[in-house]
């Protein structure tokens, strides 16, 4: 029998050519997986872009279950029966979640599971897509990451007030700043307009929409004004508005940003105040000073003429006395003015301490003559050499000393000793006179103190002499300092100078090197920090070598020429040469008649190999060990190289 071919063959190719190209299409696609499962989810078919996205070939995975694709805990809660259960009653679900490669790792996945169905409603089965989102889940999370970051950080600072208004200036963020600033908790603010900082007398002027509106026209708003923290207390503060646009380029509010300026205002203030003080202690002194020249000039005249009755010789002494104290008082003046404005230079020299005092117990001698007090002194015979400015600390001890004399009552004692102590100068000052209240000892250096204590009533003064005096001890890197037992019991003032051994080289003369040449060793210690410069010189001396600082590279290799040292303690970073270019300059000049020791913070095995490597003779680590500073230092053996 003979079969014959169906009348519409050319349709039914065409169908059969379509289903082909559909299937190729699908099989090509690579960037979704594209597959089905029967209704008991078994894989019945594979694309490439299945096979790229999960890792199994067709033949590894076709007939097995879908559920390798998920992760265990997924598959015991039945999560994969339940996806096929929800496409048949519904005819598709969709759900994202971790899924699970042929190598084991993870990937996050979109899945579209579509139920298949005959003519008759029969199912067939399910078409399941799926899409790699691993990447854009990953930026999402760093998104929600950086969000809460930036909440958290936002919330934790603590010196600035951050929060968020509303376009029309409602609260509606608030951060631990804006607590502690403002005094509000977040309850007590948000929802409320951020007027309520503001006096009622820059909300009356209508100032808070005023500062929105210019936010809003010109992309920032910043103020200083005062605002109200919580209890009605005012604070001075700074504050920024930004307007924040949404991507539609709509307004969605305001970010501000305050700080609590107060303290810096306070300090302004004082600055101010400060300044105009100065100015106007320099005008008063030089005003004073106008018509206190004609009267000196006229005392000396009567001085001069001489033949005057007894009288016109105590009269004129007593002017002649008390011309120089105004004198005195007008140039302290002049002086705090120029010390607290910073114009004072202190011309410096090596002087013998012994004949500052000298000249100032010559100079108070009369006061305490006068007064009936007796003044005494012990005074070491040798010289008590420093560096420092002879007139200014002549000005100081006279002060002192003239303090002493105006509290002291008749028939009392003023007692001046002078005595060096662990590489410093001491001056004490003692007296018999009113003494000090407990803690006045730090009050009575303040500008224009004055004690309030029994006292002759012709006592006077404009309590600048004391504060001036600590002045001029700090300007020499010393300190002035008092105690006294108590009212009645007098008072003892002491000054310390640093001793002279860390002066600058330029005041060194040639005998004075030469007569350092019978010391243990002469040490010349070149470091750019001053303190650990002026430390390490006054440990030297105490270890009975002489020793000489200096404070720049270039300072040290002047000094050399001059103070011809033993030994050389050198730091290694210095602003001007650092300690290389120094120690090979000294190599050029002494050779090896001097040892040049390293002297550093920089203590690594490595780094010492490298100063010795340089040509030093050995390496100190700071802090320096005495016992290894010490061996460093004993004269090296004849001999030894």
Request: aromatic content about 6%; charged content about 25%; proline content about 5%.
């Amino acid at each position: 029998m003979e079969v014959g071919l169906p009348d519409d063959l050319p349709a039914a190719e065409g169908l059969l050519a379509a289903e082909n190209r559909f299937h190729l299409l699908v099989d090509s696609v690579q960037d979704y997986a594209i597959f089905m499962v029967d209704p008991n989810g078994i894989v019945l078919s594979w694309n490439a872009g299945a096979q790229r996205l999960k890792g199994y070939a067709a033949d590894e995975i076709i007939g097995q279950s879908f559920e390798v694709f998920y992760p265990a805990q997924a598959v015991a809660d039945g999560w994969p029966r339940e996806e096929l259960r929800l496409s048949a009653a519904d005819g598709r679900v969709e759900d994202e979640g971790w899924r699970i490669r042929r190598d084991g790792s993870r990937f996050w996945a979109s899945v579209v599971i579509t139920a298949l169905r005959d003519p008759a409603g029969r199912l067939l089965g399910h078409a399941k897509v799926t899409r790699d989102l691993t990447e854009r889940r990953a930026h999402e999370e760093a998104l929600v990451q950086s969000e809460e970051q930036l909440r958290l950080l936002v919330g934790a600072v603590q010196d600035y007030a951050l929060f968020m208004l509303s376009p029309q200036g409602e609260v509606l963020t608030w951060n631990a700043g804006a607590e502690r600033i403002t005094g509000y908790a977040a309850p007590e603010v948000v929802g409320r307009h951020f007027s309520m900082f503001f006096t009622s007398e820059a909300v009356s002027a209508g100032i808070p929409a005023h500062e929105l509106e210019v936010a809003r026209r010109s992309g920032r708003a910043e103020a200083e004004g005062w605002r109200v923290r919580k209890g009605g207390e005012a604070f001075w503060a700074n504050a920024v508005i930004t307007p924040v646009l949404g991507p539609d380029g709509k307004l969605r509010g305001f970010a501000k940003v305050t700080r609590d300026l107060s303290e810096q205002r306070r300090m302004m203030e004082l600055e101010q105040s400060s300044r105009r003080m100065e100015e106007f202690l320099a005008m008063l002194a030089h005003e004073l000073r106008n018509p206190l020249a004609p009267l000196r000039n006229a005392v000396q005249v009567m001085k001069l003429r001489g033949g005057l009755p007894p009288y016109m010789d105590r009269v004129t002494a007593l002017m002649d006395r008390q011309t120089a104290q105004l004198t005195r008082l007008v140039d302290d003046l002049l002086d705090v003015a120029r010390i607290t404005t910073g114009k004072i230079a202190l011309l410096k020299s090596r002087l013998d301490l012994r004949e500052v005092v000298s000249a100032s117990l010559e100079a108070i001698r009369p006061q305490a003559v006068d007064k009936g007090l007796r003044l005494q002194h012990d005074v070491p015979s040798t010289p008590l050499e420093v560096i420092g400015d002879a007139s200014r600390l002549m000005q100081a001890l006279q002060n002192l000393l003239s303090n002493a004399v105006r509290y002291t009552p008749a028939g009392g004692e003023v007692r001046v000793l002078v005595a060096r102590r662990l590489g410093a100068m001491v001056i004490e000052v003692s007296d018999t006179g009113i003494g000090l209240s407990p803690g006045a000892e730090q009050r009575i250096f303040n500008l224009f103190s004055q004690e309030r204590v029994a006292r002759d009533p012709s006592d006077s003064g404009l309590g600048i002499g004391l504060s001036l005096a600590r002045r001029v001890a700090e300007l020499h890197g010393g300190r002035l300092t008092a105690r006294s037992p108590g009212p009645g019991l007098g008072s003892t003032f002491t000054l310390l100078i640093p001793a002279g051994v860390a002066a600058a080289p330029a005041v060194l003369g040639t005998d004075e090197a030469h007569a350092v040449a019978a010391a243990q060793e002469r040490v010349l210690v070149i470091d750019d920090n001053a303190d650990s410069t002026d430390s390490m010189v006054t440990l030297l001396g105490l270890l009975g070598h002489v020793a000489h600082g200096a404070c720049s590279g270039g300072e040290g290799l002047t000094a050399a020429e001059v103070f011809r040292p033993h030994v050389v303690l050198l730091d290694l970073n210095m602003p001007d040469l650092d300690g290389v270019a120094v120690m090979q300059a000294l190599r050029r000049r002494f050779g090896a008649e001097v040892r040049i020791i390293a002297m550093t913070g920089y203590g690594r095995q490595g780094e010492r190999r490298s100063t010795l490597e340089a040509g030093f003779d050995a390496h100190l680590t700071k802090p320096v060990e005495m016992d290894q500073l010490q061996r460093l230092l004993s004269p090296p053996a004849d001999g030894a190289g």
